[in-house]
């Protein structure tokens, strides 16, 4: 068998995260779990209209991105399917800004608490502990100096939708994207 690719290795990652919960399968239930604990990371009390914003949101990126390509909706995407269809990102930069670039651009307007145009590093903790609840202080902090390109301590608009989409479709080991969720998978 060949060695994964450090992109397959990502988005394999990658679901087991959105997987909320941990069926294999990715449907508009596990964004319903996410936008839960997104919200209430960034201290949205539970029936809040806050967190329903933030929910209606989640359940949005699954029916524009990924609900369309599955057979069955009701039965979600296999951890196979998920793979294969994002992978092909990789080979179509377009396809990838348009359709990451999109759910980066959504996230944005969820995690930009202080609605400043940027995402401070306990904004971004507080957001990516929503879809990845072990993600620690440390490994947070260290991702973002990874993301952070221009050094100012804050993500703009333009790091946090690029990490996104490099996460998702980049094979380039040194893409600071590959940051997204913590240290990569292949540097483990």
Known sequence: MAEESLLTAKIR?????????????????DHVIMGRRVAAALGHPPGSEAEAQIIAAYVGIWRDLHLPHTADGAAGISKEEFVRSTSRLASDPQAAQATVGAVGQAYLAIVDAERDGHVSPSEFLAFQ???????????ADEAFAHLDSNGDGYLSEQEFTQAIVEYWSSQDPDAPGNWWMGRPPYQR
């Open 13 to 29: 990652h990658g679901f087991d995260h959105l997987d909320a919960d941990g069926d294999g399968r990715l449907t508009e239930e």
């Open 129 to 139: 502990r929503g879809h990845f609840p072990a993600l620690t202080q440390s490994e």
